[in-house]
């Protein structure tokens, strides 16, 4: 099968960015769909004009099976080539961006705005939306519910697998202590100073635990101001395909998300986490509770409540055998949950469209 795969949106690029989120969801999506047998076709963030252009190009080359792509905001001109073409067409929807626009910008929807995603949500055969949050948007606009596929954002369990402690090798860190994780690009939703608080709880009710982040941001700051520079370890930026070994000398990992920038993520670190056999720690936002089922694959507490989540992280602290336990079940847990058996389900549905396609008398369009 020929799949044409489709990011419109520069500022996610796999070339010059490949550790950045996104573009490691594009990379896991392209390489997934070529693990299943597929010939990938890639189209990067270009004009309307020339996508249209190469898009035409490359099915007169070989007719395109389906047309995947990640939704960047306004952009249609890859829709209107599968409708006009009659390629099955799948849609990958990661936030509402119209509503983050509005909501950033501090100002409502233009005219038009909400009706011309309506469009553009409406030419694809398929939406797959990363969590129930962004399906429910996309009904707002009028997709039916049947036409909806929500799948969370997977993990490559290749990459993120248990390990051990030996990438801190050298480091000043006692065997007893608990080393709670966490890995990224800082961003302000992320609630990370909320973290930081409870780690300076903790260690101020004696709790033997250190603070080791991965990754890019005001990390170093944030700790030095908060008086815990001497708890934090720090590992600048790596590779991803070597981030987890990183994620693997996690014994926890907390979330910080209150729920005030939007409930609709899907966090990649969260998923990685758990592969590595990490104890994930979160709060009750959006599907966080459904990712995470408390009690058997990691912790749920009460957003907004640093109370809750020092609590929490004590708990498990004070119990090594139950986050054994929690840390084997989270791992089992996700290991269905791969970049691969998302593009299977998708080639699977692309062949059921175009079986249906050859029952028609004729080429139909929306």
């Known amino acids: 099968m020929r799949v044409a795969c489709v990011n419109a949106d520069p500022g996610v690029s796999p070339r010059d960015k490949p550790d950045k989120g996104a573009s ?58 599968a409708r006009a073409h009659d390629v099955p067409y799948v849609l990958e929807v990661n936030a509402p ?20 995603e309506a469009q553009i949500f409406g030419r694809a055969d398929r939406l797959l939306a990363v969590s129930s949050r962004v399906a429910a948007y996309a009904q707002e606009l009028g997709v039916a519910r ?74 170093a700051g944030i700790l030095a101001a ?4 001497h708890l934090g370890l720090h590992r600048e930026w790596v ?13 926890l990992l907390a979330l910080g998300y209150d729920g ?13 986490a758990m592969a590595c056999g990490v104890v994930p720690v979160v709060p009750d936002v959006g599907d966080l509770p459904r990712l995470v089922v408390h ?16 609590q929490a992280l004590a708990y498990l602290i004070d119990r090594p055998s139950l986050r054994a336990r ?5 791992s089992k847990s996700v290991q269905g949950s791969s970049w691969t058996a998302i593009a299977a389900e998708l080639l699977d549905f692309a062949r059921q469209q175009a079986a249906l396609r050859a029952t028609r008398p004729g080429k139909g369009s929306r």
Not at 44 to 64: F, P, Q
Not at 260 to 272: Q, T, V
């Open 226 to 229: 908060l008086g815990l520079a």
């Open 295 to 310: 009690g058997q694959t990691g912790w749920v507490y009460q957003a907004k409540d640093d109370h809750a989540l020092t």
């Open 239 to 251: 590779a991803h395909d070597e981030v987890g070994q990183w994620v693997a000398a996690f014994d």
């Open 146 to 219: 049947e036409r909806i596929l929500v799948r969370a954002n997977a993990v490559d369990t290749r990459l993120f697998r248990p390990g051990d402690r030996s990438v801190l090798r050298g480091w000043d860190v006692p065997e007893t202590a608990v080393i709670l994780g966490f890995h990224g690009r800082l961003r302000a939703w992320h609630g990370f100073e909320r973290i930081a608080r409870s780690v300076r709880a903790l260690s101020e009710s004696g709790k033997d635990v250190r603070l080791l982040t991965v990754g890019s941001g005001e990390y």
């Open 24 to 81: 490691v969801h594009v990379q896991a999506m392209r390489r997934a769909f070529s693990e299943c047998g597929a010939t990938v076709l890639e189209f990067e963030h270009k004009r309307a004009s020339e996508l249209t252009l190469a898009l035409e190009e490359a099915h007169a080359g070989g007719a395109l099976d389906l047309l995947y792509e990640r939704y960047a905001l306004g952009a249609d001109s890859a829709g209107r080539f």
């Open 326 to 330: 929690l840390g084997e079940a989270a």
């Open 97 to 116: 961006l119209l509503s983050e626009k509005a909501q950033h910008q501090g100002q409502g929807f233009r005219a038009g705005d909400r009706a011309r």
């Open 260 to 272: 005030s920038l939007g409930d609709y993520f899907s966090p990649l670190k969260l998923a990685e």
